[in-house]
């Protein structure tokens, strides 16, 4: 069998330990684990693997759930009135391309910058927004975010579509909901297409750890993290 470079395909079945892994996308794509050459020799490529990603939720799950999730919306806002669709880069960026597919109503793709991770697994309490300059005034806003955890980032958000940029209204539809993990008075999804536990690192689907894994078609979770020691 052919082994794809990057690897996407041959992460599917990971945990069932069906399809192989790229010996050379491991060692030059997870040096940032903190595994050194001469271990990863040692431990073997698929025994790494499977002790660091588990698939949470299939790509099959992941597509039926957005689409549930855009006919809600669909049924929310008709189909006569524009939309803007604003995507939180980088990890909501699959999710809202898929997304603005299922849609009916006239839509318009807008991207923001917000983080409040700084490359770690567990949000840093800080909040910081790229540029967001755009046109919104007077419009309805949908504000498409890959996670929603202390729900700090998107309060931070509405505030600036809200007083800054003037959106007729602002709602919110997440990939992922945190339940549990927000402070009374932040923001909860208006659309939301899935839940994960505290506690659980995600990946996969456009979510990142360190800048990989965005391109697996599913949802993962992230085991035994250094990262977050």
């Known amino acids: 069998m052919k082994i794809s470079p990057i690897g996407i395909g041959n992460f599917t079945n990971l945990q069932n330990n069906r399809i192989p892994v790229s010996g050379s996308y491991c060692a030059n794509h997870l040096a940032f684990r903190g595994v050194q050459g001469d ?54 960026a699959k999710f809202h391309t898929e997304l603005a597919r299922h849609l009916k109503m006239p839509v318009t793709m807008e991207y923001i910058r917000a983080s409040s991770y700084k490359g770690k697994t567990k949000s840093s309490g800080y909040v910081q927004l790229g ?12 504000i498409v975010e890959d996670i929603v955890d202390s ?16 959106a007729k209204s602002i709602k919110l539809a997440t990939l992922l909901n945190k339940k549990g993990a927000r402070p009374e008075g932040h923001i909860e999804p208006d659309f939301n297409a899935l839940n994960i536990k505290e506690g659980q690192f ?20 992230l085991i035994n993290d250094q990262a977050s020691e």
Do not use: H, W
Not at 39 to 54: H, W
Not at 151 to 166: A, V
């Open 202 to 221: 995600i990946m996969g689907y456009g979510l990142d750890n360190e800048e990989y894994y965005r391109n697996l078609p599913y949802i993962g979770i």
């Open 151 to 166: 729900g700090r980032t998107m309060t931070k958000i509405f505030e600036d579509f809200r007083e800054n940029k003037k």
């Open 39 to 92: 271990t990863f020799a040692r431990m073997g490529t698929q025994e790494y693997l499977d002790k660091n990603v588990r698939v949470l939720y299939s790509e099959r799950k992941v597509k039926k759930e957005i689409k549930r999730v855009a006919k809600e919306i669909n049924k929310a806002y008709g189909t006569k009135e524009d939309l803007v669709l604003v995507c939180v880069l980088k990890g909501a």
């Open 131 to 142: 540029d967001t300059k755009m046109n919104v005034e007077g419009k309805n806003v949908l």
